[in-house]
């Protein structure tokens, strides 16, 4: 998404116009629409089409909300919208998996973590493909584009399907955390009532930690009073940041006091805290669906022009892979706008 004052200066509108057509005080011009259209890249068809019902933010579990900017973050909810509003094209056209997301409150964070690898059948072992997982229980994964990183991953129930909004393109073992904690959310969230925010982060990072990084998983791989370098190794296998495991050891009384602190110190001192630790985590659904689309003769761009998107903005929200792949090469090359 681009700042007000940008689009005012690439458009040539006033501010305040603007401002008008956002609020629906005024509705902007042929001309006006043309030169939005220019500036921000969106076909015209765009500004004419009706609006998506939003992801509002009550419905969305954005961490620390209360220190978000505004522009941040009801960025990140339009752009959530708009990566939703290609769920319901796909549904008229797929048997998509329903949701099978179990609401459990009242137990522990572990406990919670434990209930659903029990009802995903996931037993102790580490999770290959996190994305994959979410994917084939319901949930709905997309990418948001880049600028949201700071945003962080966060999850939402919109039109009776939960959904978990990637803030970045590849996600690394810390994705592989953030997307978890949005998981908690959606598993530990009361339906009602006040939520103490501050807490329940700290419970959502409990159950990604748990969910993640199984107590019975990590003793049937001998980690208990692990070393640095068997961490450095351990780490690949659960994808997660080397002082993730070495936190969760400790915070399982797997390990003690003076071996968690001089691994700790040596996990941030060397190597073994790069991000570079992990695969990337990939849609699994979203290729089979482009793919099928490609057999019944519709492309990316086909799609792109239904939602009234550019195929660049589309593919912004795909997890980990390419539309280009399913795209002739006549449908023109994406134009990448990470970074405008």
Same mark, same amino acid.
Request: glycine content about 6%; proline content about 8%; hydrophobic content about 40%.
């Given at each position: /998404?681009?700042?007000?004052?940008? @689009?005012? #200066? *690439?458009? $040539?509108?006033?501010?305040?116009?603007?401002?008008?057509?956002?609020?629906?005080?005024?509705?902007?011009?042929?001309?006006?629409? #043309?030169?939005?259209?220019? !500036?921000?890249?969106?076909?015209?068809?765009? &500004?004419?089409?009706?609006?998506?019902?939003?992801?509002?933010?009550?419905?969305?579990?954005?961490?620390?909300? %209360? $220190?978000?900017?505004?522009?941040?973050?009801? =960025?990140?909810?339009?752009?959530?919208?708009?990566?939703?509003? *290609?769920?319901?094209?796909?549904? %008229?056209?797929?048997?998509?998996?329903?949701?099978?997301?179990?609401?459990?409150?009242?137990? #522990?964070?572990?406990?919670?973590?434990?209930?659903?690898?029990?009802?995903?059948?996931?037993?102790?072992?580490?999770?290959? =493909?996190?994305?994959?997982?979410?994917? !084939?229980?319901?949930?709905?994964?997309?990418?948001?584009? +880049?600028? &949201?990183?700071?945003?962080? %991953?966060?999850?939402?129930?919109?039109?009776?399907?939960?959904?978990?909004? +990637?803030? %970045?393109?590849?996600?690394?073992?810390?994705?592989?955390?953030?997307?978890?904690?949005? *998981?908690?959310?959606?598993?530990?969230?009361?339906?009602?009532?006040?939520?103490?925010?501050?807490?329940?982060?700290?419970?959502?990072?409990?159950?990604?930690?748990? &969910?993640? /990084?199984?107590?019975?998983?990590?003793?049937?791989?001998?980690?208990?009073?692990?070393?640095?370098?068997?961490?450095?190794? !351990? $780490? =690949?296998?659960?994808? @997660?940041?080397?002082?993730?495991?070495?936190?969760?050891?400790?915070?399982?009384?797997?390990?003690?006091?003076?071996?968690?602190?001089?691994? *700790?110190?040596?996990?941030?001192?060397?190597?073994?805290?790069?991000?570079?630790?992990?695969?990337?985590?990939?849609?699994?659904?979203?290729?089979?669906?482009? $793919?099928?689309?490609?057999?019944? =003769?519709?492309?990316?761009?086909? @799609?792109?022009?239904?939602?009234?998107?550019?195929?660049?903005?589309?593919?912004?929200?795909?997890?980990?892979?390419?539309?280009?792949? &399913?795209?002739?090469?006549?449908?023109?090359?994406?134009? #990448?706008?990470?970074?405008?």
């Amino acid at each position: /998404m681009t700042h007000s004052s940008s @689009v005012a #200066s *690439l458009s $040539k509108i006033t501010s305040t116009s603007l401002n008008a057509y956002e609020n629906e005080r005024q509705p902007p011009s042929r001309g006006s629409i #043309s030169s939005l259209s220019a !500036a921000l890249g969106f076909p015209v068809s765009f &500004f004419s089409a009706p609006a998506p019902a939003p992801i509002q933010q009550g419905w969305a579990n954005l961490r620390r909300p %209360s $220190k978000l900017a505004s522009r941040q973050r009801d =960025g990140a909810l339009s752009s959530a919208t708009l990566a939703a509003s *290609l769920n319901p094209w796909l549904e %008229s056209r797929f048997h998509l998996p329903q949701p099978n997301v179990p609401r459990l409150q009242g137990g #522990s964070p572990e406990e919670a973590a434990e209930a659903v690898r029990t009802h995903w059948y996931l037993a102790d072992a580490p999770i290959q =493909g996190l994305v994959p997982l979410l994917e !084939a229980n319901g949930i709905r994964v997309f990418s948001l584009p +880049l600028e &949201f990183t700071d945003v962080g %991953s966060f999850s939402a129930v919109h039109s009776g399907t939960p959904f978990i909004f +990637l803030t %970045s393109q590849q996600p690394d073992a810390d994705n592989r955390l953030d997307a978890a904690r949005a *998981l908690g959310h959606l598993v530990l969230r009361p339906s009602t009532g006040q939520i103490d925010w501050r807490a329940f982060e700290t419970e959502t990072d409990r159950f990604a930690a748990a &969910f993640l /990084m199984p107590r019975t998983g990590l003793l049937a791989h001998m980690l208990r009073n692990a070393t640095p370098e068997r961490i450095a190794t !351990a $780490k =690949g296998l659960w994808g @997660v940041p080397a002082t993730a495991l070495a936190h969760r050891l400790h915070g399982l009384g797997l390990t003690q006091e003076w071996n968690f602190r001089r691994a *700790l110190a040596q996990v941030k001192q060397t190597s073994l805290s790069r991000r570079d630790h992990a695969t990337s985590e990939t849609s699994a659904l979203l290729p089979n669906v482009f $793919k099928a689309l490609q057999a019944q =003769g519709l492309t990316p761009h086909d @799609v792109a022009e239904h939602l009234c998107l550019p195929m660049w903005e589309l593919n912004n929200y795909m997890p980990g892979f390419d539309l280009l792949a &399913f795209a002739p090469p006549s449908a023109g090359e994406i134009r #990448s706008q990470s970074a405008t």
